[in-house]
């Protein structure tokens, strides 16, 4: 179907944080499916979780349990230091699904309105369109954002719910941007990075909102299923063990200082944390510098007319980065 339009590259393999066309041509990949890659193209420690994980058990469905869930399941509450339960998905606009109904289950009948951030995106079935105005482009909340929202949401009784489905995962150098601020939301939704390239959603419920669901309430076929959830566990242990946390806030912040320090008249400066961010431009050419910059050998995403977002794989490396910060002159040139 046609609601793609036609995309500019087709793909044929990828290493690392470079991919290859049909052509053979070779693209430093910055975009990272959309903040999914979270280790790369061909990790060994994500495919040998894949691998072993189908030769034994690919599929349960929702009638039995399985141990890779259940580990998933305590190593996403450790993570968070929270008691709660998780629901599996097979995707982001499925786990705000299920904390839309969560949290109306949790509130009861008279309770049914909703607020949502401004520019927001949360996905495209009903109920999470219903809640998305837009797709701001990596735009960071002020400081106090989220602690003021926490603060009304107690006074009042509501829920604060954080969709980390981008931002999750280490992506701005901490497991959730939230723990940046020293906010605990009462549900957290998840995907994206968690699978690293396999989809997963999670919606998470802490304290009272994870036994909001009865039995029945809600289901997925596919959600959580085994080998979705090894490659999850697979992404959280190589994070861990490889100090990538670290790594993403110091290359995050090399990129950032990088493309600051360029003077360009169309650079208008960068936003966000770690490697998770968005150039700036000082006219709406975005399309063009993501034409130009593939043009160059680098995948970016034009999200705005006037933004460019950068999402790399967490293991980019500061050669790799300082490549495409050297590069970016000539590509707004070009543009």
Request: net charge negative; aromatic share 6%; hydrophobic share 45%.
């Amino acid at each position: 179907m046609p609601n793609y339009g036609t995309p500019p590259l087709a793909l044929a393999r990828g290493e690392g944080c470079r991919v290859w066309d049909v052509d053979g041509n070779a693209y430093l990949d910055l975009i990272g499916g959309i903040a999914v890659s979270a280790l790369g193209h061909g990790h060994p420690a994500l495919v040998e979780a894949v691998s072993a994980q189908v030769a034994m058990l690919a599929h349960t469905s929702n009638l039995f349990l399985h141990e890779p869930e259940v580990l998933l399941a305590e190593r996403l509450l450790r993570l968070l230091d929270a008691g709660g339960r998780v629901f599996f998905t097979n995707s982001g606009t499925e786990a705000n699904e299920a904390a839309y109904k969560l949290v109306r289950r949790h509130a009861g009948a008279g309770r049914t309105y909703v607020v949502a951030a401004d520019g927001g995106f949360h996905g495209r079935t009903m109920g999470s369109l219903a809640l998305t105005q837009g797709e701001g482009g990596i735009v960071p909340a002020p400081e106090g954002y989220l602690a003021a929202a926490r603060r009304i949401c107690d006074d009042t009784g509501a829920a604060l719910v954080l969709d980390e489905i981008q931002s999750g995962i280490g992506r701005t150098g901490a497991w959730f941007q939230h723990q940046h601020e020293g906010v605990r939301p009462d549900v957290i939704t998840l995907a994206k990075g968690l699978g690293g390239g396999l989809p997963i959603g999670a919606c998470i419920g802490l304290g009272p909102y994870g036994s909001a669901f009865g039995k029945g309430d809600h289901g997925s076929t596919f959600g959580g299923n085994p080998v979705a959830c090894a490659a999850a566990l697979a992404v959280l242990a190589t994070i861990e063990n490889d100090g990538l946390l670290d790594h993403v806030t110091k290359v995050g912040e090399q990129l950032a200082e990088g493309i600051t320090a360029i003077d360009h008249p169309l650079s208008a400066g960068v936003r966000g944390r770690g490697l998770w961010r968005a150039i700036v431009l000082a006219e709406p050419r975005a399309a063009a510098v993501e034409a130009a910059a593939r043009d160059a050998g680098f995948l970016v995403n034009a999200v705005q007319p006037d933004a460019i977002r950068l999402a790399p794989p967490l293991i980019i490396t500061p050669g790799e980065a300082g490549s495409f910060v050297a590069a970016l002159p000539g590509i707004l040139g070009t543009a």
